[in-house]
């Protein structure tokens, strides 16, 4: 068990590795950063001393030793565009986003597991197959459309909730700022995050129910029928149970990427969050946010990878009892 | 016996392609098909969205990047039925005069194109690296397995926007127009490559070890030709459930990016690039702009939807 | 009074194509303290019997005609609810695979404490003194502490015990066993079943066990009902019907039965069965481009000659060297085979046969010793002209007739790759000549090349896996368990294809079985293997009448006598 779980943590270590190269490589070499943080009339002079000074001349590695200490101490250099330190830009977003993530996650697991198990287990009744209809026009329309109908009948018709903004926001601390403390805060929040929890949603419940009908089909399902046990106890105790491990894998990956679909939603709804400023550095080729953010999405879905593998453990005693896993 | 033809004899080519047919039509498979209506549909809608996008420039009324063709005099005109339409654009016109009708048909086009390419290399690539992972094995495996679990860490959406980011610092906004549709085909491809190549990996995994690959092994062909004359026909299956799968995420991806505005660029609008400029007149009560576009898409995916998710059953036989 | 009175009963599933009918008019009892057996080979509609007397028949199954009774009462009208209540209650069932029996996520403790609390009014306590007391009467060692562990940490056998712990749980008067030992070793086999038949005495219990297994049978029943094809042929005492078979199928079917005791050189024609061998259109080898197999030079001394091979998995793999760990999957094993004779190789599953004939076809190579063929030495051959001609003279035949062709080709295509590959044939009219004579001399025929390989039964499917490995003209065939996923009677014609085609051909076999009694059959000499290693070498006869080796006294001493078998067919056939 402690093998597995190190054996893991060394696999997220390398992971980030890998990406804070990635990162690195952007902010060092696409585009000149000398050239973004000067204007036209610098001489070579000054931008050579400027280089000296930015360590731009020291060997590669020296480079990414240093970026690496830097991001682990939260400094990612400063924003070509903003002329400000990129870890506060982002600090000042993140609440945003982080609670648009969360709103959508509970919203997407809270429905999408029941709905998974009931359609698993009720193939052909008429509210099944509601839902899965249901479910594949959730994901088949794309989430920037959702959102746009969702603005144009909740809020343009029927003007019942804000189609921008997070409306009034509390600051806890000096590091977060909620909209959930106010009225206007969690209207603002129901649109963008039934919008952005939405595919996750529809994804969760048919692989809960193509696990469930899997499941189902096995031999120990079918021994515990032929030992008189209650569909209720078959059900809840023997099969879901058995379709966890499947399930939370895929379900730790989808949650990973909520983070990066709030792109999307956060430009629909004008979410002052951090992907809004991703995406101005994308089409403004800001390259330390861009790196910035892409070591911060890896950083979350690694926690949560790890998170589920915790969870396997928990949940499958084969991985308990430290066998040659195949 | 030197008489005898080189391949099969004709009556029997004949019976052999005869019971082929024959047993298309006995199959399960269309079988399903035919008791399925809404997957009928699903597919006649699928082959009129593409035919139409495919002949679009005979079809459509007009060619939407024909600057002679507009005129900034029709710009927003509603649809057909409305007060202030015009019977020449039945579906209304955009904040530039173009009609949407034509733009639907043509913006359809790059949609399925990106589509297309971005699944087919997709496809190439995460077929070719799987089966060489689940052959091979050992190191081979292990490294290319960790690549893909490193790659899973960036979803499609944020991988095609880094690599457009980086293209965009690379290139800068010169000849945008040339290099934004190859751009967005490899970076949504790119994205998706990994599906394909976990489940071609986990089939060759399981098919390596039947009994005909090792008879092929007994038999000395060497290990290439058993990966592509023996296991590759039969891991195809759930690759054909993915493709079908991907395109409508692929489709879905490309207007995404349009959506934000660093897919195609406007001069040649895809769906999601219609969409986005129709955004902007949403509060103005210029609806059609946006919503057509977005029907359009909404439709073309479904129906793309409906076939994969009927082939996935279909070709599962635990779940018959 | 018996306990379970089936009459009549007749199970359909309909289908699309066709309404299929598993069982036919099947009328059976069974008694207090009884065993009831009832056998058949594969689609004889046996365990449908069993499924639909329990209620669980698969969709889209049902029951069309007739009735079954419970201690005077019917059963298969009652409402699903009350039929759940039956189960585990007063019918048990016991399932072929142990390893997937149980729910692996789930302690031993929690599932029988469930199923006998929901049975039976007893406290939690009460009820886990009665599932030690249960686990010790099934065998299990150290019950009080076996009792908290979860399913992966017991091994087979052990586990089977627990499925029949839990089948026994709330005293069922009825238990209904299907497959029970067949996914077991032979060893583990024999102590189930001899704890099967005490339970069934200690607790006056009804038992009905389904088999295809006559061994099963003979050993443990005091009934049988003999099935084909879904319908009820024969039903009597055990020792009348298998002494003394009335109906033509069961006559057959026993024929076919490999004895222990007794070698024949061929076995009799099974001529009940379908789809049984055609003729051979006869070739004249000696002019036959098959024939040219026999024009290898002959060797000095063995033709294959394996010395102290050893080989090794890896079970744990790790970047640094010595961190790996490794599994001795064959340990220093060594034999001779010489030219024209047939070698078998017996062991329980793990002890490496397979491996062994793995090792010399090539597909693994060992991390020691030398394996000699005609005087090469194969496992550091280089040259890829000279490991092609090496393969060239070796085929092999597999154990799984399902996984064994490749179901994308037709079967002409599987038969010609070979023939092509290795450039045998000039042109592709040939070729094709070729192919259809192969076809033909394995029973075929040659309307067989056309078709797809999911269109034969298994035994024909061997068929074609046989013409395939004919397809390189070879002089050594390894056979591994070639015909342990076959029913009996399709086993016999295979065997009997098996032994003509090396008599003709002059082919040296190497035939690796579980089976003691059909290796009697096949072959001159016998290695015994357990964990890698290779205990003893005999001859045949000597193997059976004076065996050296302790365990291999242990193997002959597990085999199912067949004794009470009856004879009758075999006798002209006796060598």
């Known amino acids: ?95 945003a986003t982080l609670e648009l993530s969360f709103a959508s996650a509970i919203f997407a697991l809270l429905l999408g597991i029941p709905m998974g198990v009931y359609t698993g287990l009720n193939r052909d009744s008429w509210l099944s197959k509601l839902f899965l209809s249901v479910s594949l026009v959730g994901i088949s329309l794309p989430t920037f459309f959702i959102g746009i109908l969702f603005i144009f009948f909740f809020s343009v018709t029927l003007q019942w909730l804000p189609s921008f903004g997070r409306g009034e926001v509390v600051q806890i601390g000096s590091f977060w700022s909620t909209g959930f403390l106010t009225i206007s805060g969690l209207k603002a929040i129901i649109l963008p995050a039934i919008t952005l929890g939405l595919y996750q949603m529809t994804l969760i419940m048919r692989l809960i129910r193509a696990e469930m009908l899997e499941v189902m089909r096995t031999d120990h399902i079918k021994f515990a029928r032929a030992r008189g046990l209650p569909n209720r106890s078959v059900y809840y105790v023997h099969a879901l149970k058995n379709t966890m491990v499947p399930v939370i894998t895929i379900t730790g990956l989808q949650l990973g990427s909520i983070i990066a679909f709030a792109i999307i939603t956060e430009t629909v709804f004008q979410w002052p969050g951090m992907g809004i400023l991703f995406l101005q550095a994308v089409q403004n080729v800001d390259i330390p946010i861009m790196a910035a953010y892409l070591l911060l999405t890896a950083f979350i879905f690694v926690v949560i990878n790890l998170i589920v593998d915790i969870l396997y453990v928990v949940i499958d005693p084969r991985l308990r009892t430290e066998r040659s896993r195949a | 016996m030197t008489d005898n033809t080189p391949t099969l004899s004709g009556s029997e080519a004949h019976e052999a392609s005869r019971s082929a047919l024959a047993r298309f039509l006995d199959s399960d498979l269309l079988h399903s098909f035919l008791s399925s209506k809404v997957t009928i549909l699903a597919a006649i809608v699928t082959v009129t969205l593409m035919l139409s996008a495919l002949f679009a420039p005979l079809i459509a009324p007009f060619n939407p990047f024909d600057l002679a063709q507009i005129s900034i005099m029709d710009a927003r005109i509603p649809p057909i039925g409305m007060e202030w339409s015009d019977p020449r654009y039945l579906l209304g016109t955009d904040d530039q005069g173009r009609d949407l009708l034509s733009g639907i048909l043509y913006g359809m086009r790059i949609s399925l194109a990106v589509g297309f390419l971005s699944v087919a290399f997709a496809a190439i690539l995460g077929i070719t690296l799987g089966l060489i992972s689940g052959y091979v094995g050992g190191r081979t495996d292990a490294i290319i397995m960790r690549i893909a679990e490193v790659q899973l ?30 751009i967005l085909t490899f970076s949504i491809g790119l994205s998706f490559w990994v599906q394909y190549a976990r489940t071609v990996r986990g089939s060759t995994l399981v098919e390596r070890n039947k009994e005909y690959v090792q008879a092929a092994r007994v038999i000395g062909i060497p290990a290439w030709i058993i990966m592509i004359r023996h296991v590759l026909p039969n891991v195809l299956g759930p690759v054909l459930v993915i493709a079908t799968i991907n395109l409508a995420l692929a489709i879905i991806t490309e207007a995404t990016l349009s959506f934000l505005g660093v897919g195609v ?51 599962n036989p635990k779940l018959r | 009074m018996s306990i379970l009175d089936i009459r009549g009963l007749t199970v359909e599933f309909p289908s699309r194509k066709e309404n299929f009918v598993a069982s036919r008019n099947v009328t059976l009892s069974v008694d207090a303290g009884k065993i009831l057996g009832v056998v058949g080979e594969s689609g004889a509609g046996k365990s449908t019997v069993g499924n639909a007397t329990i209620g669980l028949l698969e969709h889209p199954g049902r029951i069309a005609e007739g009735e079954i009774q419970l201690d005077g009462k019917r059963i298969d009208n009652l409402d699903p609810e009350s039929m759940r209540k039956l189960r585990g209650k007063r019918i048990g069932m016991i399932f072929q695979d142990p390893l997937t029996s149980l729910d692996p996520l789930q302690t031993i403790e929690f599932q029988l404490i469930e199923t006998i609390r ?44 627990v499925v029949i712990a839990l089948a026994l749980c709330a005293n069922p008067e009825v238990v209904i066993a299907d497959e029970p030992t067949t996914a077991l070793d032979v060893s583990i086999q024999a102590q189930i079943l001899k704890l099967m038949k005490r339970l069934c005495t200690e607790k006056n219990v009804a038992m009905v066990v389904i088999t295809h297994d006559m061994g099963v049978i003979a050993d443990l029943t005091d009934h049988v009902a003999v099935m084909y094809r879904g319908d009820l042929v024969e039903y009597g005492e055990s020792k009348q019907v298998l002494g003394v078979p009335k109906h033509p199928y069961t006559q057959s079917l026993i024929a076919a039965v490999p004895r222990p005791d007794v070698k024949v050189h061929r076995f009799p024609q099974v001529d009940y069965i379908e789809g049984s061998a055609k003729p051979f259109k006869q070739i004249d080898i000696s002019t036959h481009w098959l024939g040219k197999a026999r024009d290898y030079k002959p060797v000095d001394g063995p033709l294959l000659s394996v010395k102290d091979i050893t080989m090794q998995f890896l079970t744990k793999d790790a970047w640094i060297r010595r961190n790996r760990q490794y599994f001795t999957a064959l340990d220093k094993v060594g034999f001779d085979i010489y030219a024209g004779e047939t070698f078998g190789l017996v062991g329980e599953s793990g002890s490496g046969k397979s491996t062994v004939a793995r090792v010399i076809t090539g597909l693994y190579h060992p991390v020691g010793g030398t394996a000699h063929f005609a005087g090469q030495e194969l496992t550091s051959l280089k040259d890829k002209k000279q490991v092609l001609a090496m393969r060239r003279q070796m085929q092999m035949i597999f154990q799984d007739p399902f996984s064994s062709l490749n179901s ?37 025929g040659v309307a067989a090349a056309a078709k797809f390989p999911h269109e034969f039964s298994g035994g024909q499917r061997q068929r074609i896996s046989i013409a395939r490995a004919l397809a390189t003209r070879p002089r050594f065939l390894v056979c591994d368990e070639p015909t342990s996923a076959l029913d009996v009677s399709i086993q016999a014609q295979i065997l009997n294809l098996l032994k003509d085609l090396q008599d003709e051909l002059g082919l040296t076999m190497l035939f690796i079985s579980h089976d003691l009694a059909v290796i009697r059959q096949m072959c001159n000499r016998i290695g015994v293997m357990r964990h890698g290693q290779l205990l003893e070498v005999s001859e045949t006869e000597a193997l059976f009448d004076t065996p050296k080796h302790p365990y291999t006294k242990e193997l002959l001493s597990l085999m199912p006598s067949m004794e009470g078998l009856s004879r009758s067919n075999l006798e002209e056939e006796l060598a």
């Open chain 2, 265 to 315: 660029p406007s001069t040649q609008p895809s769906l999601g690039t219609l969409i986005r400029i129709g955004n902007d007149f949403l509060f103005s009560g210029e609806w059609w702009i946006a919503i057509f576009p977005g029907l359009a898409l909404a439709i073309l995916v479904l129906a793309v939807n409906l076939l994969g998710d009927w082939l996935r059953d279909a070709l």
């Open chain 2, 153 to 182: 860490t960036f979803p499609a959406i944020l991988l095609a926007l880094l690599i457009d980011g980086i293209a965009n610092g690379i290139f800068g906004n010169i000849d945008r127009e040339t290099w934004a549709i190859w």
């Open chain 1, 1 to 95: 068990m402690f093998g597995f779980i190190s054996r893991r943590i060394a696999m997220a270590l390398v992971v980030m590795f890998v990406v804070a190269l990635i990162s690195f490589l952007l902010f060092r070499f696409v585009g000149d950063p000398v050239n973004q943080m000067v204007g036209v009339e610098t001489t070579p002079e000054q931008r050579e001393a400027l280089r000296q000074r930015l360590g731009l001349n020291d060997p590669v590695l020296t480079q990414f030793f240093r970026y690496v200490l830097g991001a682990v101490q939260f400094d990612f250099g400063n924003s070509y565009q903003f002329k400000q330190p990129v870890a506060d830009l982002i600090g000042r977003r993140l609440p």
């Open chain 3, 118 to 161: 929901l049975h039976l009014p007893l406290s939690k306590a009460e009820a886990r003194a009665h599932a030690v007391d249960l686990l010790d009467q099934v065998g299990i060692p150290n019950p009080s502490e076996r009792i908290s562990q979860y399913p992966h940490q017991f091994s087979g056998g052990m586990r089977q015990r």
């Open chain 3, 408 to 444: 994308r080709m037709r079967v002409r295509d599987i038969v010609a790759e070979p023939i092509k590959f290795h450039k045998l044939a000039n042109t592709n009219s040939e070729v094709n000549q070729i192919v259809d004579d192969l076809l033909e001399h394995v029973g075929l």
